[in-house]
């Protein structure tokens, strides 16, 4: 079944594009960051509870620890950075706004977290923040690039949509032996979020991408051997 929190994105892109165009550059900068604060403060509080239904902390932190090695040796965000850098340098307004928008609303921690938990369990919270967060952006973005960053909602709904479906056949980490270790390391995910948000530490989030495969591997094993 088609995620709600997936609609909800794609329709955040749709309306925040929609206001953004004939807003151009009136929207204040102060007015934004009001916005970005909130959803900062909110990131971290959803971290926090998530990581409260850890099962092992020791399994978090090797989960971190694996993963982040992994991303860091892999150069995961420099890798993203980099394709959003290169396609930024294209003469045509469409094409950038279209590629820029995909790729930040597509790519990231924050996607996966929420099409897994959304597909996994049906509940849609993050991906609720990140449609507020990705429909503030489209505003600013669609202030410069215009009609391009209205295509990308199609890549938020095709792309979302799919990681959810397709998280839905995962149902064994909705066991509590694997489900609530998972959830934690999203949710230390989560902070490191809402501390880049804030801007109060500038995280390479996307490095420990591959610690969302390592929770469910390591418990795998401890169920295995205990």
């Not at 206001?19 to 102060?30: A, F, Q, R, V």
């Not at 099409?115 to 991906?127: A, K, R």
Request: proline content about 2%.
């Amino acid at each position: 079944m088609l995620s709600l929190g997936v609609i909800v994105n794609t329709l955040t892109v749709i309306g925040g594009t929609l206001i953004g165009i004939p807003l151009g550059n009136k929207l204040k900068e102060k007015h934004k960051s009001v916005f970005f604060i909130s959803i900062g403060i909110l990131t971290i509080l959803i971290g926090v509870s998530m990581g409260l239904k850890t099962e092992n902390f020791l399994v978090v932190l090797g989960s971190l620890v694996i993963g982040g090695l992994i991303g860091e040796i892999v150069g995961i965000e420099d890798k993203i950075s980099n394709l959003s850098k290169k396609f930024s340098k294209r003469d045509s307004n469409f094409a950038t706004g279209f590629i820029s928008t995909t790729v930040l609303f597509v790519v990231g921690p924050m996607t996966i977290l929420g099409c897994v938990n959304s597909g996994l369990t049906g509940n849609n919270e993050i991906l609720y923040v990140k449609s507020i967060m990705d429909g503030i952006s489209s505003i600013a973005f669609a202030s410069v690039y215009g009609i391009g960053v209205l295509m990308s909602a199609g890549s938020v709904f095709v792309i979302e949509g799919g990681l959810a479906l397709l998280a839905s056949f995962f149902q064994f980490l909705t066991l509590p032996a694997y489900l609530n270790d998972f959830t934690g390391t999203g949710g230390a995910m989560m902070l490191m979020i809402g501390l880049r948000i804030l801007n109060v530490k500038e995280i390479k989030v996307g490095n420990f991408l591959p610690a969302l495969i390592v929770a469910p591997l390591i418990d795998f094993f401890i169920v295995l051997f205990h």
